[in-house]
């Protein structure tokens, strides 16, 4: 059961490179999360996609894009990347409705130098 | 828009104690609730839930949580912990009509044997 998978695992950058990060479920789910998770901060919620065709600012959408680029998959894009950004980044999908649990990945560890 | 607190941030107990974090939300209206656990070095994981109902609710692994709409709380409770309970937990919380969760900033719990 593969369930939410994102790539990579773990990602050191340099200031200013820029990098996406691929998020795909198989679980036929409506919508689609970014978060990031920051010691003492909890899950802050990045971008979401509540349906395929349709992505949404969270509470930190700032230096970040996303493409919802089919029913499947949503990628998070780091145009040009800040130590700010140094964090762990899970990708969550859901069937969409309120209630509904939400599934997360594995978490992808970006380091910005 | 919700937010959620959760207080006591890092909780140390033996096995067998009793474990209760509180949780407590703020928005007027109709709720669910979750409690998410991510254990050492893996993604989060739905605990239990409440959407409508009886508000005591049990989860996974002898774990309950009992609404209390007066308070605006979702406690979670464990009578005797074990060490594999060593773990973050984390409150969440989805306006209805919303599908967003918003995330309180997390218990680190650690159990010694």
């Known amino acids: 059961n593969a369930g939410v998978t994102q790539t990579p695992k773990f990602q050191v950058l340099k200031t200013g490179q820029s990098m996406t990060l691929q998020c795909a479920q198989d679980?036929?789910?409506?919508?689609m999360y970014w978060y990031r998770q920051d010691p003492g901060m909890g899950l802050r919620l990045i971008y979401y996609?509540?349906?395929?065709?349709?992505?949404d600012k969270g509470e930190v959408p700032n230096g970040y894009n996303v493409s919802r680029l089919n029913k499947r998959e949503f990628s998070l894009r780091l145009e040009s990347a800040a130590p700010s950004q140094t964090s762990v980044y899970f990708c969550?999908?859901?069937?969409?409705?309120?209630?509904?649990?939400?599934?997360f990945g594995e978490g992808s560890w970006l380091t910005v130098v | 828009a919700q937010s959620v607190s959760q207080h006591n941030h890092h909780v140390i107990l033996s096995e067998a104690a009793s474990l209760e974090l509180g949780c407590n939300y703020s928005?007027?209206?109709?709720?669910?609730l979750f409690w998410y656990v991510q254990y050492p070095g893996q993604h989060l994981q739905l605990l239990l839930k409440?959407?409508?109902?009886?508000?005591l609710v049990k989860g996974i692994k002898g774990f309950e949580a009992e609404f209390i709409k007066s308070k605006f709380s979702f406690n979670l409770r464990k009578p005797s912990v074990q060490w594999s309970d060593t773990a973050e937990y984390f409150c969440?919380?989805?306006?209805?009509?919303?599908?967003?969760?918003?995330f309180g900033k997390g218990n680190q719990v650690v159990v010694i044997p």
């Open positions: 969550a999908s859901s069937e969409g409705e309120p209630g509904n649990t939400i599934y």
């Open positions: 679980m036929n789910h409506n919508s």
């Open positions: 996609s509540a349906s395929e065709g349709t992505t």
């Open positions: 928005y007027g209206g109709t709720v669910n």
């Open positions: 409440y959407f409508s109902g009886d508000p």
């Open positions: 969440a919380v989805n306006a209805h009509g919303n599908n967003r969760l918003a």
